[in-house]
């Protein structure tokens, strides 16, 4: 049985100026960036997730994600909202996630926030991506050969 997430708390405080994603084309920084980006800005923290060639030192040929899409929003909008009530001055939160099947060096995630100061926007995107991986309804299997695989919860 999937556990479900936990109650959402209030999404109030996630704006019109977040963006949140599933998606199955590759992810861009440059669009990810410009999403976080604002003029109140004095700093844009982004993280990139990718695709690495091992885990716990086991060979990885290629990773590929699934997601309970409508699940996985809603914790992303839980997390913005969290972010702004721990900091208030965050402006922007953009978190945008890959599905499919991904080879080394892709992009798998991307998580950026926009903020006035530089030690809030570091904070608030480290517990972005950290919420992430232990609460979004997001699955990866590993690749080690065509014929040896395993799945494991994301990330």
Not at 42 to 64: C, F, H, K, W, Y
């Amino acid at each position: 049985m999937i556990n479900p997430a936990p109650p959402l708390k209030s999404i109030a405080n996630a704006t019109a100026k977040d963006s949140f994603a599933i998606a199955f084309a590759p992810l861009s920084i440059a669009e990810v960036y410009a999403l976080a980006d604002d003029a109140g800005n004095g700093a844009v923290v982004l993280m990139s997730g990718t695709v690495r060639n091992q885990t716990d030192g086991r060979p990885v040929i290629a990773l590929e994600y699934q997601a309970y899409e409508p699940m996985a929003l809603n914790v992303f909008r839980q997390i913005a909202a969290e972010i702004r009530v721990t900091w208030p001055q965050v402006n922007r939160v953009v978190i945008h996630h890959r599905t499919g099947y991904l080879r080394i060096n892709e992009i798998s995630v991307l998580v950026a926030v926009g903020c006035p100061h530089r030690a809030e926007a570091f904070d608030a995107c480290r517990h972005a991506i950290d919420t992430l991986k232990h609460l979004a309804p997001i699955w990866k299997k590993e690749y080690y050969s065509e014929d040896e695989w395993s799945w494991a919860k994301c990330c």
